[in-house]
Antibody, heavy 124, light 107 residues
Framework: QVQIQQWGAGLLKPSETLSLTCGVH????????WSWIRQAPGEGLEWIGE???????NYNPSLKSRTTISVDESKNQFSLKMTSVTAADAAVYYC??????????????????WGRGTTVVVSS | DIQMTQSPSSLSASVGDTVTITCRSS??????LSWYQHHPGYAPRLLIY???TLDRGLPSRFSGSVSGTVFTLTISGLLPEDFATYYC?????????FGHGTRVEVK
Protein backbone atom coordinates (compact mmCIF):
# COMPACT_ATOMS: atom_id res chain seq x y z
CA GLN A 1 0.00 0.00 0.00
CA VAL A 2 1.61 3.23 -1.17
CA GLN A 3 1.43 6.16 1.20
CA ILE A 4 2.55 9.75 0.75
CA GLN A 5 3.49 11.80 3.78
CA GLN A 6 3.89 15.52 3.39
CA TRP A 7 5.44 18.20 5.58
CA GLY A 8 6.65 21.79 5.55
CA ALA A 9 6.12 25.25 7.01
CA GLY A 10 2.50 26.26 7.23
CA LEU A 11 2.82 29.93 8.17
CA LEU A 12 4.66 32.36 5.94
CA LYS A 13 5.02 36.10 5.64
CA PRO A 14 4.53 37.85 2.30
CA SER A 15 7.64 37.66 0.09
CA GLU A 16 8.94 34.53 1.84
CA THR A 17 9.56 31.19 0.12
CA LEU A 18 7.14 28.31 0.50
CA SER A 19 8.88 24.96 0.97
CA LEU A 20 7.06 21.63 1.17
CA THR A 21 8.25 18.03 0.85
CA CYS A 22 6.52 14.72 0.24
CA GLY A 23 7.91 11.32 1.11
CA VAL A 24 6.73 8.21 -0.69
CA HIS A 25 6.46 4.93 1.21
CA UNK A 26 6.00 1.73 -0.76
CA UNK A 27 5.65 1.21 -4.49
CA UNK A 28 8.02 2.06 -7.32
CA UNK A 29 9.24 5.64 -7.28
CA UNK A 30 10.51 5.74 -10.84
CA UNK A 31 7.30 4.85 -12.66
CA UNK A 32 5.44 8.02 -11.80
CA UNK A 33 5.17 11.75 -12.18
CA TRP A 34 5.09 13.27 -8.69
CA SER A 35 2.68 16.17 -8.65
CA TRP A 36 1.68 19.24 -6.67
CA ILE A 37 -1.87 20.60 -6.57
CA ARG A 38 -3.37 23.33 -4.42
CA GLN A 39 -6.78 24.59 -3.36
CA ALA A 40 -7.21 28.17 -2.19
CA PRO A 41 -10.06 28.92 0.23
CA GLY A 42 -13.36 28.83 -1.62
CA GLU A 43 -11.69 27.88 -4.88
CA GLY A 44 -11.21 24.74 -6.94
CA LEU A 45 -8.19 22.55 -7.49
CA GLU A 46 -5.21 24.10 -9.27
CA TRP A 47 -2.48 21.98 -10.83
CA ILE A 48 0.95 23.38 -9.95
CA GLY A 49 3.38 21.01 -11.63
CA GLU A 50 5.02 17.60 -11.67
CA UNK A 51 8.39 15.87 -11.78
CA UNK A 52 9.73 12.50 -12.93
CA UNK A 53 12.42 10.62 -11.01
CA UNK A 54 14.81 11.74 -13.75
CA UNK A 55 14.18 15.37 -12.85
CA UNK A 56 12.06 16.19 -15.89
CA UNK A 57 9.48 18.77 -14.86
CA ASN A 58 6.27 20.31 -16.14
CA TYR A 59 4.81 23.48 -14.61
CA ASN A 60 1.63 25.52 -14.67
CA PRO A 61 2.66 28.51 -16.82
CA SER A 62 0.92 30.90 -14.42
CA LEU A 63 3.21 29.79 -11.57
CA LYS A 64 6.32 28.68 -13.43
CA SER A 65 8.43 31.79 -12.80
CA ARG A 66 8.18 31.33 -9.00
CA THR A 67 8.04 27.54 -8.73
CA THR A 68 10.67 24.83 -8.49
CA ILE A 69 9.88 21.16 -8.07
CA SER A 70 12.78 18.88 -7.24
CA VAL A 71 13.26 15.21 -6.50
CA ASP A 72 15.58 13.12 -4.34
CA GLU A 73 15.17 9.59 -5.64
CA SER A 74 17.58 8.18 -3.03
CA LYS A 75 15.12 9.23 -0.33
CA ASN A 76 11.91 8.71 -2.34
CA GLN A 77 11.09 12.36 -1.75
CA PHE A 78 10.06 15.32 -3.87
CA SER A 79 9.73 18.96 -2.97
CA LEU A 80 8.00 22.19 -3.92
CA LYS A 81 9.49 25.65 -3.55
CA MET A 82 7.56 28.78 -4.41
CA THR A 83 9.22 32.15 -4.03
CA SER A 84 7.79 35.57 -3.20
CA VAL A 85 4.51 34.29 -1.78
CA THR A 86 1.52 36.58 -1.35
CA ALA A 87 -1.92 36.14 0.20
CA ALA A 88 -3.03 34.64 -3.12
CA ASP A 89 -0.75 31.65 -2.43
CA ALA A 90 -2.57 30.72 0.78
CA ALA A 91 -4.07 27.32 0.14
CA VAL A 92 -4.09 23.66 1.02
CA TYR A 93 -1.21 22.10 -0.91
CA TYR A 94 -1.43 18.46 -1.93
CA CYS A 95 1.11 16.15 -3.42
CA UNK A 96 0.01 13.19 -5.52
CA UNK A 97 1.18 10.40 -7.80
CA UNK A 98 0.49 10.24 -11.54
CA UNK A 99 1.51 7.05 -13.40
CA UNK A 100 4.01 7.58 -16.21
CA UNK A 101 2.60 4.66 -18.15
CA UNK A 102 -0.65 3.85 -19.90
CA UNK A 103 -3.41 1.41 -19.06
CA UNK A 104 -4.05 -1.75 -21.09
CA UNK A 105 -6.09 0.27 -23.59
CA UNK A 106 -3.32 2.82 -24.12
CA UNK A 107 -4.88 5.61 -22.08
CA UNK A 108 -3.42 7.57 -19.16
CA UNK A 109 -4.35 7.07 -15.55
CA UNK A 110 -5.27 9.77 -13.06
CA UNK A 111 -3.75 11.06 -9.82
CA UNK A 112 -4.26 7.87 -7.87
CA UNK A 113 -2.50 8.39 -4.53
CA TRP A 114 -2.59 11.68 -2.61
CA GLY A 115 -0.98 13.17 0.45
CA ARG A 116 -3.28 14.48 3.15
CA GLY A 117 -2.59 18.12 2.38
CA THR A 118 -0.71 20.93 4.10
CA THR A 119 -2.43 24.20 4.91
CA VAL A 120 -0.30 27.22 4.07
CA VAL A 121 -1.23 30.59 5.54
CA VAL A 122 0.39 33.81 4.34
CA SER A 123 0.15 36.64 6.82
CA SER A 124 2.29 39.53 7.94
CA ASP B 1 -3.18 25.16 -22.54
CA ILE B 2 -6.26 22.94 -22.58
CA GLN B 3 -9.27 24.49 -20.85
CA MET B 4 -11.85 22.36 -19.07
CA THR B 5 -15.38 23.76 -18.77
CA GLN B 6 -17.33 21.95 -16.09
CA SER B 7 -21.06 22.28 -15.44
CA PRO B 8 -23.09 22.83 -13.43
CA SER B 9 -21.11 24.59 -10.73
CA SER B 10 -23.51 23.17 -8.16
CA LEU B 11 -26.60 21.03 -7.98
CA SER B 12 -29.07 19.95 -5.31
CA ALA B 13 -30.19 16.36 -5.08
CA SER B 14 -31.67 13.79 -2.73
CA VAL B 15 -30.48 10.39 -1.62
CA GLY B 16 -31.38 7.92 -4.34
CA ASP B 17 -31.31 10.46 -7.17
CA THR B 18 -29.21 10.10 -10.29
CA VAL B 19 -27.00 13.10 -11.08
CA THR B 20 -24.95 14.01 -14.13
CA ILE B 21 -21.95 16.33 -14.33
CA THR B 22 -20.35 17.42 -17.60
CA CYS B 23 -16.89 18.57 -18.62
CA ARG B 24 -16.01 19.92 -22.04
CA SER B 25 -12.41 20.16 -23.19
CA SER B 26 -11.24 23.03 -25.39
CA UNK B 27 -9.55 20.60 -27.77
CA UNK B 28 -9.38 16.89 -28.45
CA UNK B 29 -7.95 14.98 -25.48
CA UNK B 30 -8.86 11.49 -26.67
CA UNK B 31 -10.02 9.71 -23.49
CA UNK B 32 -7.50 11.37 -21.18
CA LEU B 33 -9.97 12.56 -18.58
CA SER B 34 -10.19 11.75 -14.88
CA TRP B 35 -12.88 12.46 -12.30
CA TYR B 36 -12.26 13.11 -8.60
CA GLN B 37 -14.44 13.33 -5.52
CA HIS B 38 -13.44 15.83 -2.84
CA HIS B 39 -14.81 16.08 0.67
CA PRO B 40 -13.77 19.13 2.75
CA GLY B 41 -10.78 18.40 4.94
CA TYR B 42 -9.77 15.31 2.99
CA ALA B 43 -7.59 14.68 -0.04
CA PRO B 44 -9.36 14.31 -3.38
CA ARG B 45 -10.08 10.74 -4.44
CA LEU B 46 -9.72 9.38 -7.95
CA LEU B 47 -13.03 7.96 -9.19
CA ILE B 48 -12.59 7.42 -12.90
CA TYR B 49 -9.70 7.62 -15.36
CA UNK B 50 -9.50 7.23 -19.14
CA UNK B 51 -12.98 8.76 -19.30
CA UNK B 52 -14.83 5.64 -18.18
CA THR B 53 -12.58 3.27 -16.19
CA LEU B 54 -13.55 3.00 -12.55
CA ASP B 55 -10.61 3.15 -10.16
CA ARG B 56 -10.09 0.00 -8.12
CA GLY B 57 -12.55 -0.58 -5.32
CA LEU B 58 -15.02 2.06 -6.45
CA PRO B 59 -18.73 1.20 -6.47
CA SER B 60 -20.45 0.80 -9.81
CA ARG B 61 -22.93 3.62 -9.13
CA PHE B 62 -20.19 5.89 -10.51
CA SER B 63 -19.80 5.84 -14.28
CA GLY B 64 -18.16 7.95 -16.95
CA SER B 65 -18.69 8.43 -20.64
CA VAL B 66 -17.40 10.53 -23.51
CA SER B 67 -18.72 11.89 -26.77
CA GLY B 68 -16.14 13.85 -28.67
CA THR B 69 -14.87 16.52 -26.29
CA VAL B 70 -17.78 16.22 -23.86
CA PHE B 71 -17.22 14.02 -20.83
CA THR B 72 -19.90 12.96 -18.37
CA LEU B 73 -19.85 11.67 -14.82
CA THR B 74 -23.03 9.96 -13.66
CA ILE B 75 -23.81 8.95 -10.10
CA SER B 76 -26.73 6.54 -10.01
CA GLY B 77 -28.57 6.27 -6.71
CA LEU B 78 -26.90 8.92 -4.57
CA LEU B 79 -25.80 7.82 -1.13
CA PRO B 80 -25.21 10.22 1.78
CA GLU B 81 -21.43 9.91 1.37
CA ASP B 82 -21.69 11.10 -2.25
CA PHE B 83 -22.47 14.69 -1.30
CA ALA B 84 -19.17 16.33 -2.14
CA THR B 85 -17.45 18.38 -4.83
CA TYR B 86 -16.47 16.66 -8.07
CA TYR B 87 -13.69 17.72 -10.43
CA CYS B 88 -12.65 16.66 -13.88
CA UNK B 89 -9.00 16.82 -14.99
CA UNK B 90 -7.48 16.36 -18.41
CA UNK B 91 -4.40 14.14 -18.35
CA UNK B 92 -3.68 14.52 -22.07
CA UNK B 93 -0.89 17.05 -21.68
CA UNK B 94 0.75 19.39 -19.19
CA UNK B 95 -0.44 21.61 -17.65
CA UNK B 96 -2.96 18.98 -16.55
CA UNK B 97 -5.85 21.35 -15.95
CA PHE B 98 -8.85 20.79 -13.70
CA GLY B 99 -12.43 21.85 -14.23
CA HIS B 100 -13.77 24.37 -11.73
CA GLY B 101 -15.73 21.76 -9.81
CA THR B 102 -19.35 20.78 -9.20
CA ARG B 103 -20.71 20.86 -5.68
CA VAL B 104 -23.39 18.21 -5.09
CA GLU B 105 -25.55 19.41 -2.20
CA VAL B 106 -28.45 17.97 -0.25
CA LYS B 107 -31.80 19.21 -1.52
Amino acid sequence: QVQIQQWGAGLLKPSETLSLTCGVHGGTFSAYYWSWIRQAPGEGLEWIGEILHSGRTNYNPSLKSRTTISVDESKNQFSLKMTSVTAADAAVYYCARYPNYLDSSGHPFGLDVWGRGTTVVVSS
Amino acid sequence: DIQMTQSPSSLSASVGDTVTITCRSSQNIDRALSWYQHHPGYAPRLLIYAASTLDRGLPSRFSGSVSGTVFTLTISGLLPEDFATYYCQQTYSAPRTFGHGTRVEVK
